[in-house]
């Protein structure tokens, strides 16, 4: 089996910054891309970036576009996601997610493969 922990979550005030990595152990594999997904209190989990290993090609949700970085290394399945300009709305869970199958993007949950626990982010104002 797949397990991917995420970590360097925590609080941080309103303009700052905190770089979050998620790191896959156990069972080999190769994966399309690698996503983070956010998930605040009451509200449904929601994209926030993913990187495209064959390219490198990245996507980001119009939220959090210019503020945040994704980055990772393909042959340790590792990513990071750099998180600069915090805003309070940016509090919520995140999750990082690794999707296997090249079809239909990247921005949808449901096309993720495996999770990992999540992290919380907050924000103070």
């Known amino acids: 089996q797949v397990q991917l922990v995420e970590s360097g979550g925590g609080l941080v005030q309103a303009g700052g910054s905190l770089r979050l990595s998620c790191a896959a152990s156990?069972?080999?594999?190769?994966?399309?891309?690698m996503g983070w997904f956010r998930q605040a209190p009451g509200k449904e989990r929601e994209f926030v970036a993913a990187?495209?290993?064959?390219?490198?090609?990245?996507y980001y949700a119009d939220s959090v576009k210019g503020r945040f970085t994704i980055s990772g290394d393909n042959a340790k399945n590792t990513v990071y996601l750099q998180m600069n300009s915090l805003k309070p709305e940016d509090t919520a869970v995140y999750y990082c997610?690794?999707?296997?199958?090249?079809?239909?993007?990247?921005?949808?949950?449901?096309?993720?493969?495996?999770w990992g626990q999540g992290t919380q982010v907050t924000v103070s104002s």
């Open positions: 990187i495209v290993w064959s390219g490198g090609s990245t």
């Open positions: 156990g069972r080999r594999f190769s994966s399309y891309a």
């Open positions: 997610a690794v999707k296997l199958r090249l079809d239909y993007g990247v921005r949808y949950d449901y096309l993720y493969d495996y």
